[in-house]
Structures are given as C-alpha cells and as structure tokens.
C-alpha cells in the first residue's frame, strides 16, 4: 500500500518551461512534506519542504504548493534548466512532538530538460 | 569528504551468501535509517535506530538485520541474499530537532 503517490513517473520539459510534479497522500498524521532531488550516482538530498500550516512555500526557482483538504502536494519548478534533470521524490512524516524521523516516499519522478 | 559515507558502493554477491553494508557519519546525528531504492517504488524504510540501544524495524524488515556498533556506525545484513534483494541501498541520519534527513551516495547491490 503506497501511502504517498506520486506522478507522473518521467517528465520531459523544454528549457525555460515549467516542471510540475503531484503528490497526494492517504495519512492526515504526516505533517511535514519535503522533496528530494537525485542525481545519478548520489542520494537524495532535500531540495525544499513545507508544513500544511501553509499552502504555498517559494524558493527560488522551486515551488510547493499545498492543498490541505484534497491531502495533495505539488513541485513546480520554474524556468526549468537542464541542471534540474534528475529525479525528484516527494515524501511525508510526521513532525513536532512525534518526529521520528521516518520518510514515507512516493515512486519518484525523472526529470529530463531539453536544451 | 562525505558526512554520511557508505562501503561497498558497489557489489556483485551470489543467491545464499551473507553480505554487509556499513555507513558511518560525522555529523554527530544520533538517528540512523536504511532505505532501499527500488525503480518505481521510489525509497522504502528498512529498519532505524534512535541510538545506540534502540532499534526498529521499518517498512520492509524482513531478510535484513542491523547493528548499531555506535552511534556513528550503524550497519545492514542481509543473512541469505536472494535476487529480489537486488536493489540500491542508502543509508541516511537525522538530528531528533530536525526532520531533514541526510543520505550517503548508497550501495548498489546485485545478487546473482
């Protein structure tokens, strides 16, 4: 049972257009929801996160999007560049006093941008 | 050098046989996690350790088994490797007041 589904599975965008990548998930426990990027030969490592407190949280060129009430979550990644071609992971636990630390993660998307 | 390091990077192991992955870490985290990375199921939980004395089974336990020789070293076996086992294995730390977790550049594991 897949408690954070993610898609689509592979995306292919055009340099300069913009990446969009959904989550949605089952536990309305998990409050924290971050996503990691990939690069070949390396682990993840987080590339931005958000508490449902809010519904939107910008970085940079990299956006969360957060619907409380649909208990989905999206990365928009703007003026997408080749140097973003990796695969993304969007993931879910819980924090606060029942922090432990545990990540669900969805099947991850690969991201391939086009010169 | 890498603050989460794992060895082998890379191995090539027979179905039966009893193989080690070892990660340590210099970032003074007292969590640890194992994960498996599998295409198209993205990263599932093995087992975590709190610390020294406290370990859990995670999502997907069973044919592995974990030592926490300290609290920078923390270990995976699998007793009787078979094929299914096959699969990318990363090891990762979090700090209790933060829920980032930091990741090693993972092990790839092939049983034949």
């Known amino acids: 049972q897949q408690q954070v589904k993610q898609s689509p599975q592979s995306l292919i965008v055009q340099k300069g257009g913009i990446s969009i990548i959904n989550c949605a998930y089952e536990?309305?426990?998990?409050?924290?929801f971050p996503w990691y990027q990939q690069f070949p030969g390396k682990g993840p490592a987080l590339l931005i996160a958000?508490?449902?407190?809010?519904s939107e949280k910008k970085e940079g060129r990299f956006t969360i999007s957060f619907n409380k009430s649909a208990k989905q979550f999206s990365l928009h990644i703007m003026d997408s560049q080749p140097g973003d071609s990796a695969t993304y992971f969007c993931?879910?636990?819980?924090?606060?006093?029942?922090?432990?630390?545990?990540?669900?993660f969805g099947q991850g998307t690969t991201l391939q941008v086009k010169p | 050098d890498a603050d989460v390091t794992q060895t082998p990077r890379n191995r090539i192991t027979k179905t039966g046989k009893r193989i080690m992955l070892e990660c340590s870490q210099t970032?003074?985290?007292?969590?640890m996690y194992w994960y498996r990375q599998d295409p198209g199921l993205g990263l599932r939980l093995i087992y975590y350790?709190?610390?020294?004395?406290?370990?859990n089974k995670g999502e997907i336990s069973d044919g592995y088994s974990v030592s926490r020789q300290a609290q920078a070293k923390f270990s995976l076996s699998l007793e009787s490797a078979i094929p299914n086992q096959t699969a990318l294995y990363f090891c990762?730390?979090?700090?209790?007041?933060?829920?980032?977790?930091?990741f090693g550049q993972g092990t790839r594991l092939t049983v034949v």
């Open positions: 990762a730390t979090s700090d209790r007041r933060s829920t980032e977790a930091f």
């Open positions: 536990n309305t426990a998990f409050d924290y």
């Open positions: 958000i508490r449902p407190d809010v």
């Open positions: 993931a879910a636990s819980r924090g606060g006093s029942s922090n432990t630390g545990k990540l669900i």
């Open positions: 970032k003074g985290h007292d969590r």
């Open positions: 350790s709190f610390d020294v004395k406290d370990i």
